[in-house]
C-alpha cells in the first residue's frame, strides 16, 4: 500500500507543480551577450533558459514534499517500525578480483586508443583535440612551472590538474600518456564502485551485474562512435570523489571511528578544490546524511550543530588555505575571480542545450523521487533502517549533480549525473530478490535484454577496437604518440623544433594559434598567456584584453602566429592588435615567427 500512497501523492504533487508554472509568471532574464561581452563566436553558443532552472528547483521544493505529507496523512496510524540488518559480507577471493578486474579492463581498454584523436581537420570537433586540450594544455602548463589561478586558467578545478601534473613530472607526458592516466583513475573508480555495490547488496554476483551493467553504458554506448574517454570531463575523471565519499559516510555510519570522520573532513576539504561544483555537492550530501544520521538515531541535536559546523569550516578553509599556500610560496594571489567569472558565463547560458520534453531523464528523476519517499517512510516511522540515510543521501546527490545536464542536455552528461540512480536501482532489485525469490527470473531477463538488446552495435564497437588500422599517420614525436586519419607530423615538428630552438628552456612562449596546446606540449613550453586561444576558453572581449596586455607587457623577443589568412576569429582579434608591433622573420613548420619591434 505505500507504492500505492506515493504515487498518488507523486501524483498530486506533479499536478500542483504543473498547475503553478502555468499561473506563476517565470523569470525573465535581462542578460544579454551584449552585457556580458561575449565574443561573435560565442554569442552563438549563448541560449539563456532561466526557466528550466526555475522548473526543476520548483519541482523539488512541490513533488517530493507533497508525496511525503499524503503518505504520512494516510498511514502514519497503521505503520510499524521496521529494522533491517545487513546480510553477512561474503569474503574475499583472488578470483573475485582478479574477474572484477578482467571484466573493467575488456569494457574500457581500446587498443587502438591512439587513433581515437580522429584528424587534424576535426581539430575543433568536441570529441577530438577540442575538449581533450582543456586537460592536456592546463596539465602540460603546471608540469612547466605555471600555477594554477595565478598564471594559468583552467575552469575544472586546481586538483584535478594539479594531481596528475604531479605524476607526469615524474614520468614522460604526452597526449596518450594522459589518455592512460584516464584508463587508470577509471579502473581506481569503477573497483570502487563494485566496492560500494558489494557493501549495500552483500552480494558478489549482484554487485558484479550492476557493475558490468553500468560500466557498458558509460563505456560501449550503442548510439556513438567515438571513445568517451575523448570527453575527460563528462567522465569518472571529474566525479572521482564521491565514490570514496560515500564508503565513508557508511563506514562512519557502522564504525563511529575517528578515523571515518578525519577521512570525510580530508574528502569535504580536497573535493572543492579538486572540483568546486561536484566538491559542493558532496558537501551537501555530507550535510544531508548527518542530519538523517542524527533523526534516525535520535542523536543529540547540539552533537548535529558541531558536526556540520566543524564540516562548514573545512569546506571553507579548503580556498583559503590554497590561497595562503600560493602566497607564501610566490607572493601572489590565485585569481578566484576569473573561475567565478567563467562560472557565471556558463551559468547564465553559454554553452546551454534546452532540455527535452520527453527523455530517459524523467526515469532518473523518478529514481531520485522514490528514493526520497523511502528515505522519508523509515525516518518517519523510526524505523532502524541501516541504508535509509545512505539512500536519501545518493538522492539528494544525484538531484544536485543533475544541474550538470540541466545546462548541457547531452547524453554524456545525462549518463554522468545517472551514476547514483544506477547505484540505488541495484540496492532496488538486490531487495527485490531478497524478499520475494520469484521475481529473480522476471528481473534477470530484464537485464539481459537491457545487457544485450543493442548487442550487434556493441560488439561492432568491441571489434573495432582490435582491427588493425588500414590507414592513419603516427605522430611519433614526444608529446604526440597518436595517430591521425589525414595528416603526417612533419610541419608540426619543424615548428615544434624551431620553438624549442628559439625559446629557451623554462621561459614561456607566445603561440596564437589555435594548435598552441598541441605545439606547447611537443615543444616541452609554457604559454606566456594564461588563456590558450582555443574557443572554449577566450569568451569574452575582457579576456581578449587581458591577453593582449599580457603580450605587451612582456614584450617576447618572438611571437608564433598562424598565416593570417589561416588564423581563428578568436586569433584574429589578438593578431590585429599587436600586428603593428610585429615584423615577420621566417615560416617554421606550419607557423610564422614574427620578431617583436620595441617602440622608439
Do not use: C
Not at 499524503?70 to 540488518?85: F, G, T, V
Not at 550535510?287 to 538523517?292: A, C, G, H, K, Y
Not at 550538470?404 to 544506477?422: K, M
Not at 572581449?541 to 588564423?567: G, H, K, R, Y
Amino acid at each position: 500500500m505505500d507504492i500505492f500512497w506515493w504515487i498518488i501523492g507523486t501524483s498530486v504533487g506533479f499536478i500542483l507543480w504543473f498547475t503553478l508554472i502555468h499561473f506563476l509568471p517565470w523569470p525573465q532574464t535581462t542578460v544579454t551577450p551584449d552585457t556580458l561581452g561575449l565574443l561573435p563566436w560565442a554569442r552563438n553558443w549563448f541560449l539563456p533558459e532561466p526557466h528550466e532552472q526555475w522548473l526543476y528547483h520548483l519541482g523539488l521544493l512541490i513533488i517530493p514534499p507533497t508525496a511525503i505529507l499524503i503518505w504520512w496523512w494516510k498511514r502514519r496510524r497503521h505503520q510499524r517500525p521496521a529494522s533491517l540488518h545487513l546480510h553477512p559480507s561474503p569474503p574475499w577471493s583472488l578470483m573475485e578480483i582478479v574477474i572484477v578486474l578482467l571484466t573493467l579492463l575488456i569494457i574500457f581498454w581500446n587498443p587502438n586508443f591512439r587513433s581515437t584523436f580522429g584528424s587534424l581537420a576535426d581539430y575543433g570537433r568536441i570529441h577530438q583535440f577540442f575538449h581533450y586540450n582543456t586537460f592536456v594544455g592546463a596539465v602540460s602548463e603546471v608540469i612547466y612551472g605555471k600555477i594554477p589561478l595565478v598564471n594559468t586558467f583552467d575552469r575544472y578545478g586546481v586538483l584535478i590538474i594539479f594531481l596528475p601534473a604531479m605524476i607526469f613530472r615524474l614520468l614522460p607526458f604526452s597526449y596518450v600518456n594522459f589518455y592512460l592516466y584516464l584508463v587508470v583513475i577509471h579502473l581506481i573508480y569503477y573497483f570502487l564502485l563494485y566496492l560500494l555495490l558489494r557493501k549495500l547488496t552483500r552480494s558478489r554476483l549482484l554487485s558484479w551485474l550492476g557493475l558490468v551493467f553500468i560500466a557498458r553504458l558509460v563505456f560501449l554506448r550503442p548510439w556513438a562512435s567515438h571513445d568517451p574517454l575523448s570527453l575527460p570531463s563528462t567522465t569518472s575523471l571529474r566525479f572521482v570523489a564521491d565514490l570514496p565519499l560515500f564508503l565513508t559516510l557508511f563506514w562512519y555510519q557502522l564504525k563511529r571511528s575517528r578515523l571515518s570522520w578525519f577521512i570525510l573532513l580530508l574528502i569535504n576539504f580536497l573535493a572543492p578544490l579538486y572540483n568546486p561544483e561536484i566538491g559542493f555537492s558532496l558537501f551537501i550530501a555530507t550535510i544531508i546524511f548527518l542530519t538523517l544520521l542524527t533523526y534516525q538515531f535520535r542523536q543529540p541535536l547540539i552533537q548535529l550543530i558541531s558536526r556540520i559546523s566543524l564540516l562548514v569550516t573545512i569546506f571553507l578553509s579548503a580556498p583559503a588555505a590554497y590561497s595562503l599556500l600560493i602566497w607564501v610560496t610566490s607572493h601572489q594571489l590565485p585569481q578566484w575571480d576569473k573561475f567565478v567569472l567563467h562560472g557565471r558565463i556558463l551559468l547564465l547560458g553559454f554553452a546551454t542545450l534546452p532540455l527535452p520534453k520527453l527523455g530517459v531523464y524523467w526515469l532518473i528523476l523518478a529514481i531520485y523521487q522514490f528514493a526520497i519517499l523511502v528515505t522519508a517512510k523509515h525516518l518517519l516511522t523510526r524505523s532502524k533502517h541501516l541504508l535509509a540515510p545512505l539512500i536519501g543521501t545518493l538522492a539528494i546527490y544525484g538531484l544536485t549533480i543533475f544541474h550538470y545536464y540541466l545546462g548541457f542536455s547531452e547524453t554524456e552528461h545525462l549518463l554522468a549525473v545517472s551514476i547514483p540512480a544506477l547505484i540505488l536501482l541495484t540496492l532496488w532489485v538486490n531487495h527485490l530478490i531478497r524478499k520475494y525469490p520469484l521475481v529473480t527470473i522476471p528481473i534477470t531477463l530484464t537485464f539481459l535484454w537491457l545487457l544485450f538488446h543493442s548487442w550487434p552495435r556493441t560488439a561492432q564497437l568491441l571489434r573495432s577496437r582490435y582491427l588493425p588500422l588500414t590507414r592513419g599517420f603516427y605522430w611519433s614525436y614526444p608529446g604526440t604518440g597518436f595517430i591521425l586519419s589525414d595528416v603526417a607530423q612533419d610541419e608540426f615538428v619543424q615548428t615544434a623544433q624551431a620553438i624549442a630552438a628559439t625559446v629557451p628552456p623554462g621561459q614561456p612562449v607566445t603561440i596564437i594559434s589555435r594548435y598552441d596546446t598541441l605545439l606547447l606540449v611537443m615543444s616541452h613550453r609554457a604559454s606566456l598567456t594564461s588563456y590558450y586561444f582555443y574557443d572554449v576558453q577566450l569568451l569574452s572581449s575582457t579576456m581578449i584584453e587581458e591577453v593582449v596586455d599580457q603580450i605587451m607587457l612582456a614584450q617576447p623577443e618572438f611571437i608564433f602566429a598562424d598565416p593570417e589568412n589561416q588564423q581563428s576569429e578568436v586569433s584574429q582579434l589578438v593578431f590585429q592588435k599587436l600586428k603593428n608591433r610585429l615584423q615577420w622573420e621566417k615560416k617554421a613548420g606550419i607557423l610564422d615567427i614574427y620578431r617583436w619591434v620595441k617602440s622608439t
